[in-house]
């Protein structure tokens, strides 16, 4: 009798699984320049972009990237021409009406975070929806950034931990990082190992202040419209590359190259 050997898929990528990053996140910047440099209007550039939010979802799948974490729209972005602002959201409404049921039936979790007063109602119930459809998702979360600010989260968990302290429930002095955290919107998520930048922008922008302390940055020059799986795909080879220390000496971290 033989006994078959224990059956291994090989990565896409031909990666070891623990050098892919669990959770990345993106600031998915350029698609006004992109529209702009074809002599076509923005709102084209996000439309294109939503496209490849769809294919990066996917190839975030097949890669192992359990956590993908997108700047769909900023608490600053509401300073942009109210028509811009509404094609926007419209944007929004199309793409969590339009993906729910794949995203169910494909096991994984959506969710908003930022700060849902101040959204129009009926991104509001499409976010209500989606996240109701997917909440038995346990494959892979992803999380949009909604009328999301790094700096309002910070605050809102500032007030919520005062809150507590001034009504007894904890001493101040118990609050430390972990308890931060879990004051955060992300409280369920683990931080981002990997934060992806396009259009060559170097700035954080007020995304994910807290959680990317000790992400790996990774910056593309191609617009978002351009940054399809095969651009995501260089991101993640580039990562397994990469030596994390946080913190330590080399001699400390020793062969195991700290993933
Ligand atoms: C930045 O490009 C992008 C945004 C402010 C919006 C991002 C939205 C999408 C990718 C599409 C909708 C999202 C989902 C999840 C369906 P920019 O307009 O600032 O580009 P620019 O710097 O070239 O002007």
Known sequence: MSVAAPQTVAHPLGLDPARVPRHVAIIMDGNGRWAEKRGLPRIWGHREGAVRVREVVERAGQLGVTH???????????????????QLMLLCV???????????????????????????????????????MTAHGTRAHLTLALNYGGRDEIVDAC??????????????????????????????????????????ERRLSNYLLWQVSYAELFISEAAWPEFGADRFDEAVVDYAGRVRRFGKTDAQLGASGAH
């Not at 993906?99 to 959506?110: F, K, M, N, P, S």
């Not at 429930?169 to 931080?191: C, F, G, K």
């Open 68 to 86: 993908l974490t997108l700047y769909a729209f900023s608490s600053e972005n509401w300073k942009r021409p109210q028509d811009e602002v509404s």
């Open 159 to 200: 007030r919520a931990l005062a809150a507590k302290a001034a009504s007894g429930q904890i001493l101040p002095e118990a609050i430390d990082e972990a308890m931060v955290s879990r004051h955060l919107y992300t409280a369920d998520l683990p931080d981002p190992d990997l934060l992806i930048r396009t259009a060559g």
């Open 94 to 132: 199309a793409y969590l009406d339009g993906e729910a049921q794949r995203l169910a039936e494909e096991g994984i979790r959506l969710r908003v975070i930022g700060r849902r007063v101040g959204l129009p109602v009926e991104v509001r119930a499409a976010i209500e929806k989606v996240e109701a």
